[in-house]
């Protein structure tokens, strides 16, 4: 069985401050973790992916997220938020060798102030 | 190349009707999903079609059925509509299938049940 949480509904920052996402998951084996973005009224799109590889991964818009199996934790950050990065941010994990066991956290609503 | 497009964009029902949500891509993938998008829950899975041919249910299929009408289109059928069924609905699909894989995600159809 496999689950995901994300540990904070909604998330506030300012411009130009980093960004923390907090994720963790559950899985009985080596998972395939996610992050998609979700602009409002938009579908979904990849930010970043991780598939057993680097642990640190890198993905678009200046975003990164570090892969921790001692802390089942697959944190999301940015350096530096921008008014653009507003947005809901889903963890995703992904089951044993097919994308239909995959899993969705309940999301991020990350808000930019001024 | 337009990726992945849903028709209709709104849909208001009332019970007991039915209705069909279209899905198409460009993309050559062989993989297509259908997903609904309730508050606070992320997506689940409602069904899902690995190839061309072949479908299967995913986490939430009651009241729902679908038709993979060939590598292009995958569409989701309504029945008789019910006031839970109120969502947005999201098509996506993705390469292979794997649990690797990439999903792309249509803008989504929002769904109203009175």
């Known amino acids: 069985a496999q689950s995901v949480t994300q540990l904070d509904s909604h998330v506030s920052v300012s411009e130009g401050t980093p960004v923390l996402l907090r994720c963790n998951y559950s899985?009985?084996?080596?998972?395939?973790l996610f992050w998609y973005v979700q602009h409002p009224n938009k579908g979904l799109q990849l930010l970043l992916k991780?598939?057993?590889?680097?642990?640190l991964v890198k993905g678009i818009n200046g975003f990164e997220a570090e892969f921790k199996k001692s802390e089942t934790s697959f944190h999301l950050t940015k350096p530096s938020a921008h008014m653009s990065d507003a947005a809901e941010y889903f963890c995703?994990?992904?089951?044993?060798?097919?994308?239909?066991?995959?899993?969705f956290g309940s999301g991020t609503r990350l808000s930019i102030r001024p | 190349n337009a990726g992945v497009t849903q028709t209709p964009k709104f849909q208001v029902l009332k019970t007991g009707q039915s209705m069909t949500l279209q899905c198409a891509q460009d993309m050559n993938h062989n993989s297509m999903y259908w997903y609904r998008q309730d508050p606070g829950m992320g997506l689940r899975l409602i069904y899902y079609s690995a190839s061309e041919g072949t479908t299967d249910k995913g986490e939430v299929p009651n009241g729902y059925n679908v038709s993979r009408l060939n590598k292009r289109e995958f569409s989701l059928r309504l029945e008789s509509a019910a006031p839970s069924q109120t969502s947005v609905y999201f098509c996506a699909s993705s390469v292979e299938g794997s649990s690797t894989d990439t999903q792309y995600f249509g803008p989504g159809t929002r769904l109203t049940v009175l």
């Open positions: 995703v994990v992904a089951g044993y060798s097919s994308a239909s066991k995959i899993i």
């Open positions: 991780y598939t057993s590889a680097a642990t």
């Open positions: 899985s009985s084996y080596s998972p395939s």
